[in-house]
């Protein structure tokens, strides 16, 4: 029994979707852009006041690891002594949403400012291609 209830807690990432894609993009508008900024180069309207101040995901490494296990933990956890708390109040499939959307915008390599209306379907959840160096 007890086996049964821990196996059912520890899951693994749930394959990465569309769907959770923009699950993820519409999460980050509401939780994370205020420091984050909508590419997660760290330029959100409240990062100014922030010490110490969100990195740029694109260009930054993740102290914590980008691997999206990793980053499940720092969403679950936070950063210690960071203004980055922990969002273990976001249910879990959102907080794996968040996960692959953080990966999409490192990935992403903040490409110039794009309108994003997290309302609706979007087609622009798929970041233009990153410039290839
Ligand atoms: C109150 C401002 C604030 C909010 C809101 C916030 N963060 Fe952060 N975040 C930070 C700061 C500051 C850091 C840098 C911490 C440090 O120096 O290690 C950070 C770091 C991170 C990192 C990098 C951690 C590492 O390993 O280096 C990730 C990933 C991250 N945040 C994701 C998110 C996501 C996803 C959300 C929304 C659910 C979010 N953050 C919301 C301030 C914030």
Redesign the pocket.
């Known amino acids: 029994m007890i086996s049964i209830a821990l196996a059912l807690t520890l899951t693994a990432a749930p394959p990465k979707s569309q769907a959770l894609l923009d699950k993820g993009k519409q999460?980050?508008m509401t939780?994370?852009m205020?420091?984050?900024g909508e590419k997660g180069a760290g330029d959100?309207p409240?990062a100014a006041a922030?010490n110490?101040?969100?990195?740029n995901?694109a260009k930054d490494?993740?102290?914590?690891?980008d691997k999206p296990e990793?980053?499940f933990n720092?969403?679950t956890k936070g950063?210690p002594n960071?203004?980055?708390?922990a969002?273990a109040h976001?249910p879990e499939e959102e907080r794996w949403a968040?996960v692959y959307?953080?990966l999409e915008l490192k990935n992403a390599g903040n490409p110039a400012p794009a309108t994003v209306d997290a309302g609706s379907p979007s087609k622009s959840a798929q970041p233009p291609p990153a410039k290839k160096k």
Not at 61 to 65: N, R, T, V
Not at 82 to 85: A, Y
């Open positions: 999460s980050f939780n994370c205020a420091c984050h959100g409240g922030l110490p101040k969100p990195r995901y490494p993740f102290k914590q690891g990793e980053l720092t969403l950063v960071t203004p980055m708390v969002f976001i968040l959307w953080v």
